[in-house]
């Protein structure tokens, strides 16, 4: 991969850009206008957003006033944890197109799989979800469909229903916390593995050892974060409000890390913490 440009393909054949822009906790308004704008303008043409997150009229807004043509962008968004079964899938759907203002999504994703407010009856709840995603999806409004935060029992649960195979799971992914059994799981099923929190969380610009591999390749921490995500074979999310990191973050395709570097910062268990258990959440 030599660019933001270049892409992995889905197992429909669809194409997604190899390196997402993430915008968790960018307020909506002119901060997150202004951080996508920035992100398009340096090369990014995956976005990722979510009900959740309270931007997607930001996002839209951005991407509106980019001049891209929406035909080159691939924006993603997911449902949220009050809507889950058929009905309230379809309308969750349809409010977040009018904030985006579009046409049809590149992706969507039910967010989490098991919300407190489905906490006895999620199976359900998700088969419903899903029916709904696969008829959008046949219908064209979403090119592809996946999960977040699925683990292989809500992957296996949800099989039991559904026609189409996820074609995204996107979970929590970083130095250290490498879930390689649900990796390994959905890499049998075609399944890309999408890495939010590419950068775990602030510890890790803490970590003497990632600090060191950051002098050896004279780049960033960061950097070294979303070059070993993308040479994990994962598709890294980084998110940033300032326009520097935002350029700075894009910068990863003019160095290799050696596979013994790979290995290494994989191996850098609890630098970043760990992955919430899904089936836990208190929202």
Same mark, same amino acid.
């Given at each position: 991969?030599?660019?933001?440009?270049?892409?992995?393909? *889905?197992?429909?054949?669809?194409?997604?850009?190899?390196?997402?822009?993430?915008?968790?906790? &960018?307020?909506?308004?002119?901060?997150?206008?202004?951080?996508?704008?920035?992100?398009?303008?340096?090369?990014? =043409?995956? &976005?990722?957003?979510?009900? $959740?997150?309270?931007?997607?009229?930001?996002?839209?807004?951005?991407? =509106?006033?980019?001049?891209?043509?929406?035909?080159? *962008?691939?924006?993603?968004?997911?449902?949220?944890?009050? $809507?889950?079964?058929?009905?309230?899938? %379809?309308?969750?759907?349809?409010?977040?197109?009018?904030?985006?203002?579009?046409?049809?999504?590149?992706?969507? *994703?039910?967010?989490?799989?098991?919300?407190? !407010?489905? =906490?006895?009856?999620?199976?359900?709840?998700?088969?419903?979800?899903?029916?709904?995603?696969?008829?959008?999806? !046949?219908?064209?409004?979403?090119?592809?469909?996946?999960?977040?935060?699925?683990?292989?029992?809500?992957?296996?649960?949800? %099989?039991?229903?559904?026609?189409?195979?996820?074609?995204?799971?996107? @979970?929590?992914?970083?130095?250290?916390?490498?879930?390689?059994?649900?990796?390994?799981?959905?890499?049998? =099923?075609?399944?890309?593995?999408?890495?939010?929190?590419?950068?775990?969380?602030?510890?890790?610009?803490?970590?003497?050892?990632?600090?060191?591999?950051?002098?050896?390749?004279? !780049?960033? @921490?960061?950097?070294?974060?979303?070059?070993?995500?993308?040479?994990?074979?994962?598709?890294?999310?980084? !998110?940033?409000?300032?326009?520097?990191? @935002?350029?700075?973050?894009?910068?990863?395709?003019?160095?290799?890390?050696?596979?013994?570097?790979?290995?290494?910062?994989?191996?850098?268990?609890?630098?970043?913490?760990?992955?919430?258990?899904?089936?836990? @959440?208190?929202?």
């Amino acid at each position: 991969m030599k660019s933001l440009k270049d892409c992995y393909k *889905l197992h429909n054949g669809v194409c997604i850009p190899c390196i997402g822009f993430g915008t968790w906790k &960018i307020s909506d308004g002119d901060v997150c206008v202004s951080a996508v704008k920035t992100a398009l303008s340096v090369g990014y =043409r995956h &976005i990722d957003t979510a009900v $959740a997150y309270g931007n997607e009229e930001s996002v839209g807004l951005a991407i =509106r006033q980019s001049g891209i043509p929406r035909e080159e *962008l691939f924006i993603t968004s997911k449902l949220w944890n009050n $809507a889950h079964g058929y009905k309230e899938t %379809m309308e969750a759907f349809e409010q977040s197109m009018e904030r985006l203002r579009l046409d049809y999504l590149d992706l969507y *994703l039910i967010h989490w799989p098991n919300p407190i !407010k489905y =906490r006895n009856c999620w199976q359900d709840a998700n088969a419903g979800t899903w029916k709904a995603f696969e008829e959008l999806y !046949k219908a064209g409004r979403i090119r592809s469909i996946g999960v977040s935060n699925f683990r292989i029992h809500h992957i296996d649960e949800l %099989m039991q229903t559904a026609a189409v195979v996820p074609m995204v799971n996107q @979970i929590r992914l970083c130095p250290g916390d490498t879930q390689d059994e649900l990796v390994e799981y959905c890499r049998k =099923r075609n399944i890309l593995l999408e890495a939010y929190s590419p950068l775990g969380s602030g510890l890790i610009f803490d970590s003497p050892e990632m600090k060191a591999f950051a002098e050896k390749y004279n !780049k960033s @921490i960061s950097q070294i974060c979303i070059r070993w995500s993308l040479q994990m074979g994962f598709l890294p999310l980084p !998110k940033s409000a300032n326009s520097e990191r @935002i350029k700075e973050n894009s910068e990863v395709f003019d160095f290799e890390l050696s596979q013994e570097d790979v290995k290494a910062i994989a191996g850098l268990k609890g630098v970043c913490g760990y992955s919430s258990d899904p089936d836990k @959440i208190p929202f």
